[in-house]
């Protein structure tokens, strides 16, 4: 039954979808409280032109190049955002799909110039069996990053969460927490094209605290169990998809979907 | 309801001169917007302070930049004789209610418990002490019986109490309220303006935002009118007059007979 696992593949498969899980369903947490749930959508779309320049620069694609590509344009567009929506009195989501749509126009004209190729795919939808070792380091050392700054900072991250103007009369450093949470969102977001791809993404940080949100009462609380959900999820996928023949990252969004169906039917009602 | 056991939070209240709110010739510009100019006033713990104006007069404005949310501000804001930002622990900034969103996955005691952070130091720690004054702010506040709640199951009123209570939880000596009679029926309106009074007499500074112009002489023993420029500042008895009112509400007929 379990006898997949015997292939190195599968083994990184699990480990990855393991620690993706993780980090992205606590760190998803933020980002829904924060009402970020569409910002994350159109940052991985904002991921397309950097993974197509990096393509056209380097001659080729390979996961270091499409890391370090993705990575560029989501901070370029994450980034600057923050800045447009301040500076010209912007809201937020404006000055975001003003940035993201520019971005994912311009990535479509630079595909044209490259010849079309086949690996452009995984990182669109995902390619969990595809990992590689160095993948894997990537993913590592992101997942610890993240858990470490949501961990260190948990206080300020809560106040932040609840009432931003709050926070800061309290002393809560509030613009430097919105760039750094912006910033681990496209790190996070980048980690987890390898498993689920560009488009699914952004439900690996959704769904997970979506569901939980009707059972659990404090924000810390919902930070971890929303890892853990995300975590088992990915196991339980793993499995599945093996077993089935079928694809993980979509198996593993579609797992999530259903819990939330699930919970949203069974939660005690307001 | 007439008066709390709120005075034990803390280190007691010292005399007026060590709790001295001052503000001096201060202005706030929003880009090429001025928001407010020439305000001066200084004014000491145990009273309940009215900020009166229009929509945009502001009041708001004045309440941010004392709750230490607008850097680029003109002019002079001590307390105590302190920056204001060495002081974050000892004001409370009370937004209004519908600013916080009532799904928020916190309870009542959680909420309280975020009053803390201030005091927690540098690594961020929950000690015996904390919790202490957590349980002491509900008490005072009679939210014991709510304590295990979500905001969504509170009324206008309990959420009112809940964010005082957290204030408290902060031992902070000024409390900062943008609109807390808004949306409150009569009975909350009643019970919240005993509660107010309340806490100014037991050595705190409260700097109110109010709209409402029918209660105002009953409200706030001190008043502070503004019309982007300060209008006037003092006891409620001298400075509430009609005159003073047409200026800070020029063209609204129905202040006149007040």
């Known amino acids: ?270 | 309801m007439s008066s709390f056991p709120i005075t034990q939070l803390g280190e007691s209240h010292s005399p007026e001169q060590h709790h001295l709110l001052k503000i001096e010739n201060l202005h706030v510009h929003y880009g090429s917007i001025c928001a407010l100019k020439n305000v001066s006033f200084e004014i000491g713990c145990g009273h309940c302070v009215g900020l009166l104006g229009q929509n945009g007069a502001g009041k708001s404005t004045l309440l941010k930049t004392l709750a230490g949310l607008n850097r680029k501000i003109s002019g002079i804001v001590t307390w105590s004789g302190r920056p204001l930002s060495e002081a974050k622990a000892e004001i409370a900034y009370l937004p209004q209610v519908d600013r916080i969103d009532p799904a928020f996955p916190i309870t009542v005691k959680g909420l309280v418990e975020l009053g803390r952070y201030p005091h927690l130091g540098p690594r961020k720690k929950w000690r015996s002490l904390d919790s202490a004054v957590v349980e002491a702010a509900l008490e005072a506040l009679k939210l014991q019986d709510l304590a295990k709640r979500r905001l969504f199951q509170l009324s206008g009123g309990q959420l009112q109490r809940v964010h005082i209570a957290r204030a408290l939880a902060q031992e902070a000596h000024v409390m900062l309220l943008d609109e807390p009679y808004a949306g409150l029926d009569e009975p909350s309106q009643d019970f919240l303006s005993q509660l107010l009074r309340d806490l100014a007499q037991n050595g705190r500074l409260m700097l109110v935002c109010h709209h409402d112009l029918k209660a105002v002489p009953q409200l706030f023993d001190t008043v502070l009118m503004l019309n982007r420029d300060m209008v006037a500042f003092g006891p409620t008895a001298e400075i509430y007059t009609p005159e003073n009112l047409g200026k800070t509400f020029p063209g609204r007929r129905e202040v006149s007979h007040v």
């Not at chain 1, 933020?30 to 159109?42: E, G, P």
């Not at chain 1, 694609?61 to 923050?82: D, I, K, Q, R, Y």
């Not at chain 1, 997942?143 to 106040?159: E, G, K, N, P, T």
């Open chain 1, 1 to 270: 039954m379990f006898d997949f696992l015997d292939y190195a593949f599968n083994q990184r498969a699990l480990c990855a979808v393991l620690l993706i899980g993780f980090s992205n369903g606590a760190l998803g947490t933020l980002v829904v409280l924060r009402k970020n749930a569409l910002v994350i959508s159109a940052l991985s779309h904002s991921l397309l032109p950097g993974i197509a320049l990096a393509m056209l620069v380097f001659g080729g694609m390979n996961p270091f190049v499409g890391f370090v590509g993705a990575l560029f344009s989501a901070l370029v567009v994450g980034l600057s955002t923050v800045y447009v929506a301040r500076k010209g009195m912007l809201d937020h989501q404006t000055a975001l799909t003003v940035l993201y749509t520019t971005a994912f126009a311009g990535g479509l004209l630079l595909l044209d110039l490259i010849p079309r190729n086949v690996h452009l795919e995984s990182w669109l939808f995902g390619n969990i069996l595809g990992l590689r070792n160095l993948d894997l380091w990537i993913s590592y050392s992101v997942s610890f990053l993240i858990l470490f700054v949501l961990a260190w900072h948990r206080r300020d991250w809560i106040l932040y969460l609840f009432e931003p103007s709050v926070a800061a009369s309290m002393g809560v450093p509030v613009s430097r927490l919105n760039y750094l949470l912006t910033g681990l969102m496209v790190l996070a977001l980048v980690t987890s094209l390898q498993a689920v791809g560009a488009v699914l993404s952004a439900a690996l940080f959704i769904i997970p605290t979506a569901t939980l949100l009707q059972w659990i009462h404090s924000p810390r609380k919902l930070i971890w169990c929303s890892g853990a959900l995300g975590s088992v999820a990915g196991l339980i996928a793993v499995a599945l998809s093996n077993w089935w023949n079928v694809q993980t990252g979509a198996t593993l969004i579609l797992l999530l979907g259903c819990c939330f169906l699930f919970s949203l039917l069974v939660a005690p009602k307001r």
